[in-house]
């Protein structure tokens, strides 16, 4: 989990063919856990790609110094999984963002 983080925000900076490679091996023994670790990935992405280095020390650092994990969600009702298609909207109000829209399957959300 968290294998692409690189070693600045507290990860191991591995490769995306090294994380592949560990991913496989974890699916080999159990497709269920893989994917939620792979979910992981999933959610940081963007984050690794495009965060500003103050937002990936923030949210990245914190990913591996607690027990995090992190849920990512792109299906909805009528797009799929099309991120083309998707229709969600954030907008900022104030210092807050108002979202609008409907998800479903959400990795690794977990409710009590």
Known sequence: ??????EEYGGLGLSLLEACIIQE???FGCTGIATALGG????E???IIAGSHELKKKYLGRMTEELL????????????SDVASTRTSSRK???D??????KMWITNVWTR
């Open 1 to 6: 989990m968290n294998t692409t983080i690189a």
């Open 69 to 80: 994990v992190a849920a990512y969600g792109v299906t909805e009702p009528s797009a799929g």
């Open 25 to 27: 091996e974890i699916g």
């Open 97 to 102: 963002y108002v979202i609008n829209g409907s």
């Open 40 to 43: 992981n990935s999933l959610a």
């Open 93 to 95: 109000v104030g210092d």
């Open 45 to 47: 992405s963007p984050v």
